[in-house]
């Protein structure tokens, strides 16, 4: 088993290259919808009983979610739409588990100006889309995954479209209440692009994996995103400083802080049960957001979800900084 796990994680990793921060495309793809996974952290990818996460990890399909449909609403910053929808159905039970999502990002009207001035000539538009379908087949403590996606995006009358694909393998503990995954996403190509100069994709390499506490209702939740981009520091210009000569100087970003960067933790109170809590933190977003005077609470997020035999509600808060907050809602089915 263990051969089969390592040659499976070469064969990911071939084809995946670095990317500078700000300078891929489709960074939607990389923003999480499901309540579930924004409440503990934004990255956490071994909830097997949350329909939503076979958006970013086509491994994770299993009896638990056969047959659910969730949709999910995030009343994001700016008034920018985003939502998305997931099915997972399990066609033919002895060769594995399909799935289905859809992710979009309206961005609405925005203001036309010239090149020369603020003035304003008009509005228009931009929105993207993400198509996904996805197959699932577990091998004795392992479930292998691949989904195929179609990416639509429109800024005004430019166009640009792209065929992905996400790979991943999720290694449940046969004895012990602890879930790992490995996930390669967003590889590709573009079909189209905005202009004639083909644009990186924003792709991500992502570990993560939980465990539950034998004695204590609770869960906790980790993961370590961007793993082929290691070098994510941004200076936060708010932590800049002036020396006497008037010399400003940006935030000093150690190799151990860019690496807890990477970062992502959660905790779910009563996991098992119809009511769970949630409680999340992202070290990378607490840091570019931080402010120096001032507690954003930059980082934290939030959640709760109700489960019953039919129906499953979740809800995650989330925030950047005081005047950027927002709140996401998520309804499953069980059919």
């Known amino acids: 088993m263990r051969y089969i796990a390592v040659i499976l994680f070469v064969f990911l990793f071939q084809g995946v290259y670095s990317q500078v921060g700000g300078e891929t495309l489709y960074p939607f793809l990389n923003?999480?919808?499901?309540?579930?996974?924004?409440?503990?952290?934004?990255v956490t990818l071994t909830s097997k009983n949350d329909a939503s996460q076979v958006i970013w990890n086509p491994s994770i399909v299993n009896e638990t979610i056969d047959g659910d449909v969730s949709a999910?609403?995030?009343?994001?910053?700016?008034?920018?739409?985003?939502?998305?929808?997931?099915?997972?159905?399990?066609?033919?039970?002895?060769?594995?588990?399909?799935?289905?999502?859809?992710?979009?990002?309206?961005?609405?009207?925005?203001?036309?100006?010239?090149?020369?001035?603020p003035t304003i000539i008009g509005e228009f538009g931009a929105r993207d889309l993400a198509i996904s379908i996805g197959y699932g087949y577990a091998y004795q403590d392992l479930t292998f995954g691949l989904a195929i996606k179609?990416?639509?995006?429109?800024?005004?009358?430019?166009?640009?479209?792209?065929?992905?694909?996400?790979?991943?393998?999720?290694?449940?503990?046969?004895?012990v209440p602890f879930v790992m995954a490995l996930v390669v996403r967003n590889n590709g190509k573009q079909l189209t692009n905005f202009t004639d100069r083909e644009e990186q994709i924003a792709n991500n390499v992502i570990v993560s994996a939980e465990y539950k506490l034998k004695h204590i209702p609770l869960k906790f939740y980790g993961a370590v995103d961007e793993l082929n981009n290691w070098d994510i520091s941004e200076s936060n210009p708010s932590q800049e400083e002036v020396a006497l000569d008037g010399t400003v100087m940006q935030e000093d970003i150690s190799d151990v802080a860019n690496a807890l960067r990477h970062l992502s933790v959660g905790a779910e109170l009563w996991p098992d049960k119809k009511l769970n809590l949630r409680i999340g933190y992202n070290h990378r977003r607490?840091?570019?957001?931080?402010?120096s005077e001032v507690r954003t609470g930059a980082g934290l997020s939030y959640g709760f979800g109700f489960n019953t035999k039919y129906v499953k509600f979740d809800y995650a808060f989330s925030k950047f900084q005081e005047g950027a907050k927002y709140s996401t809602f998520g309804l499953t089915l069980h059919l």
Do not use: C, M, W
């Not at 800024?155 to 004895?175: N, Q, R, W």
């Not at 607490?286 to 402010?291: D, I, P, Q, T, V």
């Open 31 to 42: 923003l999480p919808t499901s309540p579930k996974q924004i409440a503990l952290g934004g």
């Open 72 to 117: 999910n609403f995030v009343n994001y910053i700016a008034n920018i739409k985003v939502g998305s929808a997931s099915y997972v159905k399990s066609i033919f039970p002895k060769y594995g588990i399909a799935s289905f999502g859809v992710q979009y990002f309206d961005y609405g009207s925005l203001e036309r100006t010239n090149a020369s001035g």
């Open 150 to 175: 179609y990416i639509s995006s429109k800024i005004d009358t430019f166009t640009s479209s792209a065929l992905l694909y996400d790979l991943g393998v999720t290694y449940t503990h046969p004895y």
């Open 286 to 291: 607490a840091r570019e957001f931080r402010l």
